[in-house]
């Protein structure tokens, strides 16, 4: 899966605080910076004064773009994610198979939560480093939950056209990343397996997750 430009996405990108428009090269270039400064050294222990240095601008600019560390570490998980799975992931297909749009929805996220940003990320959330559990909440706001509730949007939408049948989307969505993160996610998690995982392994698992959702919600046919 391509990543989506980080300029891109500052683009469509709510801004966490008031005032006029903002360079999106600036805001791009901050929120890379803190990308990488929260992986490498924690919430705690990445300042707004080395994010304005490391991305070439001013903390000024900083605060300008982003009203604290706070709003800054949530759109930076956003984003994140949106690189691996842009919007157009969760566009109903109505002339394609809904199998292989379940199938790329699956392999983007699951190079998303295996990656090593994200593993270092789940280590910075659940170490001294980072591991409060408002700090947490954000991070599950910012990604998960926001992921859930556009497949959940995705899934609406392919009930309405019979596709499916889920008398509880939420539910559905939840139990179906789940399902994707599997054995071979728990794994990477504990050191058990690196990031390197085999890619026909993974792919083998992803689409029997996919297979046993589509059982679990196919609609029933009248005869």
Request: proline share 3%.
């Amino acid at each position: 899966m391509s990543p989506v430009n980080s300029s891109m996405n500052a683009a469509h990108a709510k801004p966490c605080g008031p005032g006029r428009p903002k360079d999106l090269e600036k805001r791009a270039a901050i929120l890379d910076a803190a990308k990488l400064l929260f992986l490498e050294h924690g919430f705690d222990g990445t300042s707004m004064d080395a994010i304005a240095t490391q991305a070439g601008v001013s903390k000024l600019t900083v605060y300008s773009h982003f009203t604290d560390k706070e709003c800054l570490f949530t759109e930076a998980v956003r984003e994140k994610c949106a690189e691996q799975m842009p919007n157009e992931l969760f566009d109903v297909d109505v002339c394609g198979s809904l199998r292989e749009q379940l199938i790329a929805i699956a392999r983007a996220f699951f190079s998303l939560v295996t990656s090593e940003a994200s593993i270092s990320l789940h280590r910075v959330l659940t170490t001294g480093a980072g591991g409060s559990a408002k700090l947490a909440q954000m991070f599950w706001e910012a990604g998960p939950q926001t992921l859930q509730g556009e497949f959940a949007s995705f899934l609406n939408r392919e009930v309405a056209v019979g596709q499916l049948a889920i008398a509880d989307v939420k539910r559905a969505s939840e139990q179906f990343f789940c399902l994707l993160k599997g054995d071979l996610h728990a794994r990477v998690l504990c050191g058990c397996a690196d990031v390197s995982l085999d890619r026909d392994d993974v792919d083998a698992h992803l689409v029997a997750a996919v297979d046993m959702f589509m059982r679990a919600y196919a609609p029933t046919r009248e005869t």
